[in-house]
């Protein structure tokens, strides 16, 4: 399928940082990992101990500074190594070990305002908790937030209670949520962590944890997979009893699967884990880093999704499209209404042709308005119903590879004039004679009024001995849905 995502300069089919930073900045910009020498509420007693049971000794920044370093030298350092490879661009000083808002105002004012004077530091990102940030320092990040760019980024893990207190978090969602709103209400960015694989979490527990936080006001997301690290109460857990560790092909299935569901408008700040290879237990594929990035781009681009695909229906209709039509064939558009599919098929076939059937003027003009304006000529548009295809068509019999029906009525139009059943199913009889050996049938259906309800009862009937698929992007009973319909009368 052809990447048709726009948020990503390199290709990729999600919504990358660099991009957003390009974008945003102008130019490329460089996280700088910090180590402020921040503890947490959930090791010293204030909400509980242990800390997290995967957390490390480094409390999560194991690529961070040295803590024994002040903060600029810290900085200055990890700069230097990468103007060597990288000369030009911005900075962003991350605060990222431990729970980088536990401790008084005047303490954080004494970490964050020395980066913030640094040059070309653009921004500060800061890694916490939900349930350690108090009012005073709320109303610092604001001012923070109104003199820089700021982000912060919050753990969450998992929305389910029970693999929260598993891994001893330590806070519940009501308290995730309500820091989210808190944020949000003042305009401060926020990037949630979220962690697959964690004990015990089924592929659509990790899925669900992805559609929550896509009813939430965040703006970013970093999505984690699980590792056991030496000296972590994960590691005595898994050595007295070993639980299921995602392989490397299970992570990348689930990842894509995030993505698909995510909203497009969310930055995707990171997609897989990062653990020092002396530290690591297992899964010891994470080590290959690239590799993983690598082979989730091939998964995205074999299934022909992206980020946001899910959210709409109609991107699974055009998979469909790209998946099936060549350069040189003869395609339907059964239903032209807003004439999309027509200018989309126009485009696919540019040594073939497209043909068009609506019974509304308004539909044939405003589609060959479209095609023209595109300078495509490689179409025939025809006022009448489709029940008439074979007819109108009839010296183009088992030569068609693709057709398209969207059941309903003309978007926009008059809610009076809709397809019907009797036509319908005239329609595609005549399709089935129209297609060639390989062809195939895609109808969108939209069961939500009373026709489209009588049109989708019918066709789930008028399917059951053909060869078909059904794709269905939500459980809700009036959704759209796409019927795909393949040539052989027996289903394989």
């Known amino acids: 399928m052809k990447n048709e995502f726009r948020y990503t300069n390199s290709n990729k089919r999600y919504y990358t940082l660099d991009y957003f930073y390009k974008q945003t900045f102008g130019k490329k910009v460089y996280k700088i990992s910090l180590n402020a020498g921040f503890t947490c509420p959930n090791k010293d007693g204030n909400k509980g101990y242990g800390g997290c049971i995967y957390c490390s000794k480094l409390g999560s920044g194991d690529f961070a500074g040295n803590k024994e370093k002040d903060l600029v030298t810290q900085f200055q350092e990890v700069k230097n190594k990468m103007k060597k490879k990288w000369n030009d661009g911005y900075y962003i000083g991350y605060f990222q070990a431990n729970t980088n808002t536990y401790a008084e105002v005047e303490v954080l004012k004494q970490k964050y305002e020395p980066i913030l004077a640094l040059e070309n530091v653009i921004g500060l990102s800061i890694a916490t908790r939900p349930d350690a940030i108090r009012e005073d320092c709320l109303e610092y990040l604001t001012d923070l937030s109104k003199r820089t760019y700021l982000t912060i980024e919050l753990g969450l893990q ?13 806070h519940d969602l009501k308290c995730f949520e309500e820091m989210v709103e808190k944020l949000r209400k003042r305009k401060i960015n926020i990037v949630v962590h979220i962690m697959n694989g964690l004990p015990y979490e089924t592929k659509e527990m990790m899925l669900e ?23 972590t109460t994960l590691e005595k857990i898994y050595q007295k009893e070993p639980f299921h560790v995602l392989t490397k092909e299970e992570y990348i299935d689930i990842v894509c699967d995030q993505l698909e569901q995510l909203r497009e408008d969310i930055v995707i700040h990171r997609i897989t884990g990062d653990p020092k290879k002396e530290d690591l237990i297992e899964p010891q594929w994470l ?48 239903t032209i209404g807003n004439g999309k599919d027509t200018l989309l098929l126009a485009k696919m076939v540019p040594v073939g ?11 044939i003009e405003k589609t060959k308005i479209e095609l023209e304006k595109e300078n495509l000529t490689n179409f025939e548009l025809f006022q009448t119903g489709h029940e008439n295809m074979t007819k109108v068509l009839k010296d183009y019999q088992n030569k068609i590879s693709l057709i398209v029906f969207n059941l309903g009525y003309l978007p926009g139009g008059n809610k009076e004039i809709t ?42 009937e008028y399917i059951k001995d053909k060869n078909y698929i059904e794709f269905h992007n939500t459980k809700n009973k009036i959704a759209p849905y796409l019927i795909q319909i393949n040539k052989q009368t027996k289903r394989e």
């Open 419 to 460: 397809t019907t059943i009797e036509t319908t199913k005239k329609a595609l009889n005549s399709a089935e004679k129209l297609l060639n050996q390989k062809g195939k049938i895609l109808i969108m259906v939209y069961p939500g009024h009373k026709q489209g309800k009588e049109e989708s009862d019918f066709l789930k």
């Open 209 to 231: 944890t992805v559609k929550y936080l896509n009813q939430l006001d965040i703006q970013g997301i970093k999505i984690h997979m699980l590792h056991i690290l030496k000296n």
């Open 287 to 334: 080590l290959k880093k690239f590799s993983v990035l690598d082979d989730i781009d091939k998964e995205l681009e074999k299934r022909g999704t992206f980020q946001g695909f899910q959210k709409s229906i109609l991107n699974r209709v055009r998979e469909r499209i790209y998946r099936y039509v060549k350069r040189n064939d003869l395609v339907i558009d059964a």
């Open 158 to 170: 998992t929305i389910h209670e029970k693999t929260s207190k598993f891994i001893n978090r330590g």
């Open 353 to 363: 042709k497209v043909f068009g059937f609506d019974i509304q003027e308004e539909a």
